[in-house]
T-cell receptor, first 113, second 115 residues
Framework: GDSVTQMEGPVTLSEEAFLTINCTYT??????LFWYVQYPGEGLQLLLK?????DKGSNKGFEATYRKETTSFHLEKGSVQVSDSAVYFC????????????FGKGTTLSVSS | EPEVTQTPSHQVTQMGQEVILRCVPI?????FYWYRQILGQKVEFLVS????????KSEIFDDQFSVERPDGSNFTLKIRSTKLEDSAMYFC?????????????FGPGTRLTVL
């Protein structure tokens, strides 16, 4: 079935370090891909999305490119801040009617000053 | 900025009791969802709702679960007879448009603890 695999966390970085969180997917159709972020004590927030191959989603300095050839959607940020500490979820949808999101397990990012 | 709200933030109940989790989706959104996240596990889809009926549901959403949009603003999830394994964070989400390109907007969640 359709699924999302994320790198295991936690990821611990110093402020201003480069961030990569790997995400790969398996899907029978042509999925849309998303990154969601969950700050401590809060709900899930849509961070960025890409709806077709080679699209790049970007927001708040984060980027991810939809790579169909490698079935990947890795999240990157050039210089992380302490305020980026959160759990990051990669997700996809393939079903046109219900458009249920299928999530990865989440990757915890901890940034120290 | 409009947001999805959920009440209560934390619900504690005894096994076998009924619970109703409440959500107020964003006002012009048409598609509504419930997801749950058992502690330490991934977020799992439960059900989607459109035009006053269920459009999709997962294997988790068995006869113990039901959803309702009793008025123009609320969207509820009812668990008829709670089990210990229903303990989880339950998230409501809503989306404005059809198709797969629009993102879903999530509420802050209700933590359900079944004793």
């Amino acid at each position: 079935g359709d699924s999302v695999t994320q790198m295991e966390g936690p990821v611990t970085l110093s402020e201003e370090a480069f961030l990569t969180i790997n995400c790969t997917y398996t899907a029978t159709g042509y999925p849309s891909l998303f990154w969601y972020v969950q700050y401590p004590g809060e709900g899930l927030q849509l961070l960025l999305k890409a709806t077709k191959a080679d699209d790049k989603g970007s927001n708040k300095g984060f980027e991810a490119t939809y790579r169909k050839e490698t079935t990947s959607f890795h999240l990157e940020k050039g210089s992380v801040q302490v305020s980026d500490s959160a759990v990051y979820f990669c997700a996809l949808t393939v079903n046109q009617a219900g458009t249920a999101l299928i999530f990865g397990k989440g990757t915890t990012l901890s940034v120290s000053s | 900025e409009p947001e999805v709200t959920q009440t209560p933030s934390h619900q504690v109940t005894q096994m076998g009791q009924e619970v109703i989790l409440r959500c107020v989706p964003i006002s012009n959104h048409l598609y509504f969802y419930w997801y749950r996240q058992i502690l330490g596990q991934k977020v799992e889809f439960l059900v989607s709702f459109y035009n006053n009926e269920i459009s999709e549901k997962s294997e988790i959403f068995d006869d113990q679960f039901s959803v309702e949009r009793p008025d123009g603003s609320n969207f509820t999830l009812k668990i008829r007879s709670t089990k210990l394994e229903d303990s989880a964070m339950y998230f409501c989400a809503s989306r404005e448009t059809s198709g797969t390109s629009g993102g879903q907007f999530f509420g802050p969640g209700t933590r359900l603890t079944v004793l």
